[in-house]
């Protein structure tokens, strides 16, 4: 008889036990159902993109120039070209713009020697290195170093560089946008988040004061061409990425094609919601000189920029000639907030004006 009891108490009793994990894996289940309920994404498009300017003090960064900035430094024929820019491809004259590797005398033009630049440490010759007016940190932006004297690039946000200026108030009418989506537990607090670029597949609208709108919804491009996820963090309400590769189809006659590796990314809220920070990493410098030269504006030394980016390339050695084919660079860009959606209609990202990290600066 007591071990009918004992045994009937035992069961009573494994039976209590296989009542308590049943409702411990239903209790855990509901955590992790509210957990991932909490969890949210933000979407925005890029309203802004063009190079990091840096201008504080212009006889700092171009001594030269400063001395008499209305000097003209060589007589130009046709706007763009000094008349004793010759070009030569098989003992043969060929345009100076259209081969300028080929033009027989380097214009060697006044390049950056002031201490600032916005940028990223990605790792560079300590001799390059810029100091950033923002983080303090030693910095690798060598595109600057070569462009920065140009009159063109003497622009302050909210203004851009003539070329970048101009050709983005085009294709903000006419060609897809970029939608950046920031996902995460808990955008209001710093943590962990999953940055992921995208086009979208028609362009922006733009505001009554001719901005780019906010909170307007954007249908995604699926095509995994221009689709780049990257690991982030959200710290003190900034958003940086961990080290990786951003790439985004283009569209003439605005950059062919945004190709950053070892990318780097800074990024806060400001008042409504909207993201100002910075890109940056190496990009292709020959692309790069195809996009600003191709239409040169102001007197632009098409053959002087494109030496000097060639001499100033820090990174990607061509295994034949030495050359380095990649330029250190930083783009300065803004975003507002946008609802992102697929090609059916399914909303995948909400726009919000909320600070990230619950901040705004």
């Known amino acids: 008889m007591r071990l009918e009891q004992s045994l009937g ?7 209590s036990l296989t009542g308590v994990a049943a409702a411990m894996t239903l209790l855990l289940a509901l955590v992790l159902s509210a957990s991932a309920a909490s969890a949210e994404t933000r979407g ?20 030269q120039a400063a001395k008499n900035p209305n000097r003209v ?25 259209d081969y300028p590797d080929a033009v027989q005398k380097d214009p060697s033009i006044e390049t950056v020697v002031g201490k600032y630049a916005y940028g990223f440490d990605l790792g560079g010759n300590p001799a390059n290195k810029f100091i950033d007016p923002e983080t303090h940190q030693k910095v690798d932006n060598q595109l600057w170093r070569a462009i920065g004297c140009t009159s063109s690039f003497q622009a302050t946000p909210p203004a851009a560089p003539y070329p970048e200026e101009v050709s983005w108030a085009t294709i903000v009418d006419t060609s897809p946008g970029y939608a950046i989506e920031i996902s995460g537990p808990d955008l209001s607090r710093d943590g962990s988040v999953t940055v992921t670029l995208d086009r979208t597949l028609r362009h922006l609208e733009r505001d009554a004061s001719g901005g780019v ?8 491009d699926p095509s995994p061409r221009s689709h780049n996820v990257l690991a982030g963090e959200i710290r003190d309400g900034v958003l940086t990425i961990k080290s990786g590769a951003i790439f985004l189809e283009g569209d003439m006659p605005f950059y062919p094609q945004i ?43 098409g053959v002087g920029m ?56």
């Not at 780097?264 to 790069?288: A, F, I, N, Q």
């Not at 380095?324 to 660079?329: A, D, G, K, V, Y």
């Open 44 to 63: 925005y498009v890029v309203s802004w993109f063009a190079t990091a300017t840096n201008n504080p003090d212009f006889a700092s960064n171009c001594p």
């Open 9 to 15: 108490r035992s069961a009573v009793s494994q039976g």
């Open 213 to 220: 709108r906010s909170d307007v919804t954007y249908a995604l």
């Open 306 to 361: 494109y030496r000097a980016l060639e001499k100033l390339a820090d990174a990607d050695p061509d295994p034949v000639t030495g050359q380095n084919r990649l330029i250190s660079t930083a783009w300065r860009l803004e975003a507002v907030p946008a609802f992102l959606a697929t090609e059916e209609g399914k909303i995948v990202a909400t726009a919000s004006g909320d600070g990230l990290g619950g901040k705004v600066r």
């Open 73 to 97: 430094q060589f007589v130009a024929a046709g706007g763009f070209v000094r008349r004793n820019d010759r070009a030569l491809v098989d003992g043969k004259t060929v345009p100076p713009l």
């Open 259 to 301: 190709d950053l590796k070892d990318a780097h990314m800074r990024m806060r809220s400001e008042p409504g919601g909207k993201l100002v920070g910075y890109w940056g990493g190496y990009t292709d410098w020959h692309t790069w000189a195809y996009m600003y030269t191709a239409r040169p504006g102001s007197g632009a030394d």
